[in-house]
């Protein structure tokens, strides 16, 4: 070969390695550990539909939906009886959104050893439309002896649970909501600043404006869409809620479109129904808020509890 062939293959394979290219993506991963206590009494007397929930889980990387278990001890419905159903909900952070993800999860019941005595894995696409804005994948019927086997010794079943999923890496990240987020928890930027006595009255004065000023800056969020923004103040409520508000968060949960927010409200008011009842603010939430007195109040009506259910579901 001559000293010109020579060069030109030399050229020719330096050209091949300058265009090379990778492209490196990641799959991102989410676990929780559920433990269900007292669940051989939940195992034998729960009725069909009677449903726990997990906490709700989610991961930065895929601000768009959250992830929480549903748990049915005595099957989803009557054909489900005499077993048990589990499922993996996703809901959409925005409910006035279409959301699809395709995802692979894992289904573990671990004994007192860590080591699963029941797996499952299955791939499935969740597709979350408007208005309900939530999509379930799982298990109709494990049947109760393989639930029973791996019950501990304390009576608690251990669910772990494993989601992986690719994200939409055609996305622009948007990093400006986080010096937002630090902007809304330092006070950088307000407009005003209410002074009222010592430092104890105004202590006083934050804790009772504080769900209000959440509902607001919800409120922006939703009309421009930053779903990081309104997920803090959608939690903010959460770690807020209680009798005396209850019924005004169900209404601003309506308005702004958050499911995890409704869903919490509802099932903290139907827990505690007797008192609900018994205020002054539920005379008023029937006349002002008929459609959703009336669902509510057919929540109530055949309400069936088995557990409290969770006052603080994290979004």
Known sequence: MSDRNI????????????????????????????????????LKLSQPGSCLRSTVFKDDAVPEACWQLCLYPGGKREENANNVSLFLKMSATSPSKEVVLKAEYRFYFLDDKEEPKFSNVNVGEFHAKPPKGGHSWGLRNIPTTKVQNSIRHDKSLVISCHIE???????????????????????????????????????????????????????????????????????????????????????????????????????????????????????????????????????????????????????
Not at 8 to 30: A, G, I, K
Not at 180 to 209: C, F, N, Q, W, Y
Not at 285 to 305: S, W
């Open 7 to 42: 060069a030109d293959v030399r050229r020719q394979s330096s050209s091949l390695h300058n265009n090379e290219c990778m492209t490196n993506v990641e799959s991102v991963v989410l676990t929780q550990r559920w433990t269900v206590s007292n669940f051989d009494s939940l």
């Open 165 to 315: 999923l690719i994200p939409d890496v055609s996305k622009v990240p948007t990093s400006y909501v986080d010096r937002e987020l630090v902007m809304l928890a330092s006070g950088e930027g307000t407009d005003m600043t209410i002074v009222a006595g010592p430092e104890d009255g105004e202590r006083v004065i934050k804790t009772e404006i504080d769900v209000v000023e959440a509902v607001d800056v919800m409120q922006i969020a939703e009309k421009y869409q930053i779903l990081a923004l309104k997920m803090t103040c959608e939690q903010h409520l959460l770690d807020k809620l209680n009798i005396n508000n209850v019924l005004d968060c169900i209404i601003h949960a309506e308005r702004y479109n958050t499911d995890v927010l409704f869903d919490a409200c509802v099932e903290y008011a139907v827990h505690n129904r007797q008192m609900i009842m018994a205020l002054p603010a539920w005379r008023s939430f029937i006349v002002e808020e008929p459609m959703l007195a009336n669902n509510l109040l057919e929540k109530m009506v055949n309400a069936n509890d088995v557990s409290p259910p969770t006052k603080k579901s994290r979004v």
